[in-house]
């Protein structure tokens, strides 16, 4: 079964610009998150979907990151303005609604210069 | 307090040994239980979970499971240099939430 994809897989940006990421999720998965994993810290949940649906997005910073998961398939997840602090890799997740826990993507390493 | 504590270490083992990795969370409610495995610069990587009292084997790994003292741990029997990683702790809590703890780095020395 082909994995959770991402891209891209690297991002170096200039803060108060903005940056997109993109996750395919395992077919067949219903669930998608989004968690973000600064150096040296466990991965904290953004969002999570359940198909197209918003389950839980309490920490995600919504003055400047979204979200969305338009078609229950793929998902985007954007930053606007970036800052310094945001500089982290970004993981996507996906497993079946059960949730009996759940694969990553390689992830996106963002740096905000 | 924290969702999901864990010691951050560094632990360190001699190849053959038995590595031992703990994790407390705070919602008592809680009912699944993960352990991650994450090498350097790579993605998490399920190795177990366990959603019941007690003992769950897989291989080489055992995770144990203590909800009255809300206390989860993996055992990593016969350790390789290749077990060397961050472990990650994470637990779905009553709101159906994901936490993760920080993660125990764990150095196995041939």
């Known amino acids: 079964e082909a994995g959770v994809a991402q891209s891209p897989r690297y991002k170096i940006i200039e803060k108060r610009q903005s940056v997109a990421f993109w996750c395919n999720p395992i077919?067949?998965?219903?669930?998608l998150y989004w968690y973000q994993q600064i150096l040296g810290q466990g991965p904290k949940l953004l969002i999570q979907?359940?198909?197209?649906?918003?389950?839980?997005d309490s920490q995600l910073p919504k003055d400047r990151f979204s979200a969305e998961r338009l078609k229950g398939v793929d998902s985007t997840l954007k930053i606007q303005p970036a800052k310094l602090e945001d500089s982290a890799v970004y993981l996507c997740?996906?497993?079946?609604?059960?949730?009996?826990?759940?694969?990553f993507g390689s992830g996106t390493r963002l740096t905000v210069v | 307090q924290k969702e999901v504590e864990q010691n951050s270490g560094p632990l360190s083992v001699p190849e053959g040994a038995i590595a031992s990795l703990n994790c407390t969370y705070s919602?008592?409610?809680?009912?699944?239980f993960f352990w991650y495995r994450q090498y350097s610069g790579k993605s998490p990587e399920l190795i177990m979970s366990?959603?019941?009292?007690g003992d769950k084997e897989d291989g080489r790994f055992t995770a144990q499971l203590n909800k009255a003292s809300q206390y989860v741990s993996l055992l990593i029997r016969d350790s390789q240099p290749s077990d060397s990683a961050t472990y990650l702790c994470?637990?779905?809590?009553?709101?159906?939430?994901?936490?993760f703890g920080t993660g125990t780095s764990l150095t196995v020395i041939p």
């Open positions: 979907f359940q198909n197209n649906g918003v389950v839980d």
């Open positions: 077919s067949g998965h219903a669930t």
């Open positions: 366990i959603y019941s009292n």
């Open positions: 997740a996906s497993s079946y609604p059960t949730g009996r826990g759940y694969t």
């Open positions: 994470a637990v779905r809590n009553t709101g159906n939430q994901f936490y």
């Open positions: 919602d008592r409610g809680s009912q699944s």
